[in-house]
């Protein structure tokens, strides 16, 4: 079983076993994944992974379901952020850093906590991400660039396409979910966000800090480097819920993916934000 570069999904089961690139198969590894949360036994509420003989694993349509809902709520977040920031300026600051601080905290208790198949949590994410990015949306589109609502609509499709990409590349098997290739993207990842910890340190001495969130050659580089990182880390996310559903999770545990999965979507949709907002800069 290989490691999601996801923080969340690195907490779902995980087992030995299981295949490459068969999105939606429930039944291989299913007896395994029995055994080791003990079939017949008593449920045991201190661990969420347990789970009553009456209950079913999860499937396909359950991740497309839990995911579709999530990020309907989100939608319908940020629409409303969106509205509130364009009728009143003065809220897109507290609605960008409160939305984007209670979704980190969120994350930290749902990936620490243990408790990412949590409906209420999951749903709670979204709403706090839609304020976030509804507010970045407008700034980024109305006062960063001149793209205006045409610059989020490219965004949003720039989003979904390669999500949608890297699912058909999935599925295809043209790229192989590796450990070489785990390490790699984790690895990348690490990297990426130390240098956004060291620009944003670098700017409070100096203007615009290493120049990595500005509109310029390296500006546009680390986007795209961002961007692709998203995009990849999409394979790994697959892959560990191909292995969940083919052990037998219990079907809770899809909240979980459509957790991990709106995490990763909502990185990709900001970096292609900003990286739209750079061509399309004063």
């Known amino acids: 079983m290989r490691t999601s570069s996801n923080p969340v999904f690195r907490n779902l089961p995980q087992q030995q076993g299981g295949g490459y690139a068969n999105f939606g198969s429930a039944a291989a590894g299913a007896g395994q994944f029995t055994q080791q949360f ?14 009553p003989q009456t209950s079913r694993s999860m499937t396909i349509d359950d991740v497309v379901t839990k995911t579709g809902i999530t990020l309907a709520v989100l939608a319908t977040s940020a629409l409303v952020s969106y509205l509130l920031v364009n009728g009143n300026s003065g809220l897109a600051v507290p609605f960008m850093v409160g939305g984007g601080l209670i979704g980190f905290v969120l ?22 991400e839609g304020f976030f990015l509804g507010a970045v949306s407008l700034v980024f589109s109305e006062y ?11 965004a949003v499709l720039g989003t979904f396409g390669v999500f949608g990409g890297m ?49 310029g050659p390296i500006g546009i580089i680390f986007s795209l480097v961002c961007i692709g990182l998203a995009a990849f880390s999409f394979l790994l996310d697959f892959d560990a819920a191909d292995q969940m559903i083919r052990q037998g999770a219990p079907e809770k545990a899809a909240w979980g993916v459509a957790f991990g999965l709106t995490i990763t979507l909502v990185w990709l949709y900001v970096e292609i934000l900003r990286l739209l907002s750079y061509f399309n800069s004063d």
């Open 38 to 51: 003990g079939q017949g036994q008593q449920y045991a509420p201190q661990d969420q992974w347990a789970r």
């Open 107 to 128: 994350v930290l208790i749902g990936t620490f906590g243990r408790k990412m198949d949590n409906p209420a949590l999951v749903l709670s994410y979204a709403v706090a």
């Open 144 to 154: 960063v660039s001149v793209g205006g609502p045409g610059m989020i609509g490219q």
């Open 167 to 215: 699912l058909i590349v999935y599925k295809t098997g043209a790229i192989r979910v590796t450990p070489r290739f785990t390490r790699m993207i984790i690895g990348g990842i690490i990297g990426v966000f130390v240098l956004m910890l060291g620009n944003l340190i670098a700017s409070f001495f100096t203007d615009g800090g290493f120049g990595l969130r500005e509109a």
